[in-house]
């Protein structure tokens, strides 16, 4: 796996500790939309060191691949980030499988980022990192993700009920998953 990937648009990379400025400002600009999908942050969130010590433990872990984010920006403007897409609790063992995450500025939406970024970031593990099965999990009233799941060719699986704590509440999650065989078809991996 390559720490820096680009699409027809886009560039994918894991970011080092000297973008905290950056991905604060990400962050600060989507503040509202974020957050009521997100547990709750700890003081210091909105912070430039913790975001320089969260990319420093990000990229280590990249190095590891036992997680992966990538911040993307547009190739034209590839100091802004735009979102990221990210793969998490990646395992090797018998069940080479990853969490699928992803988050994109407001400003970009209905601009088909989020797909593009998805899937390059299937590809890679697909392709590159030999992994079988990615999991997805959006809250129920979260229809533009789930439609973006389902046009990806993930499969609802079913209702993880109560799985997630969000602002002192007990949430749902509904679970998707793509296996490598059917992204390699719908999607064109070779």
Excluded at 24 to 41: C, G, I, M, S, T
Excluded at 85 to 106: E, H, M, P, T
């Amino acid at each position: 796996m390559k720490m820096k990937y680009e699409t027809d648009r886009l560039v994918l990379q894991v970011l080092t500790d000297a973008a905290a400025d950056r991905v604060l400002k990400f962050y600060q600009n989507n503040r509202e939309v974020f957050e009521p999908y997100e547990v709750e942050r700890s003081k210091n969130f909105y912070t430039e060191q913790y975001h320089k010590t969260l990319l420093q433990c990000e990229y280590n872990l990249a190095v590891k691949q036992s997680a992966v984010r990538f911040w993307v920006s547009e190739k034209t403007e590839p100091e802004r980030i735009i979102g990221t897409v990210s793969l998490q609790g990646i395992r090797y063992d018998f069940f080479c499988s990853a969490i699928l995450g992803y988050k994109f500025d407001r400003e970009f939406w209905g601009r088909g980022y989020a797909r593009e970024s998805i899937v390059q970031c299937l590809e890679i593990a697909f392709v590159e990192m030999n992994l079988h099965r990615i999991e997805a999990c959006t809250l129920p009233e979260n229809k533009p993700s789930r439609k973006l799941l389902e046009r990806l060719g993930f499969a609802w699986e079913g209702t993880r009920r109560q799985s997630v704590k969000l602002h002192g509440c007990w949430r749902d999650h509904e679970v998707y998953a793509l296996l490598a065989e059917e992204a390699k078809l719908l999607l064109g991996f070779l």
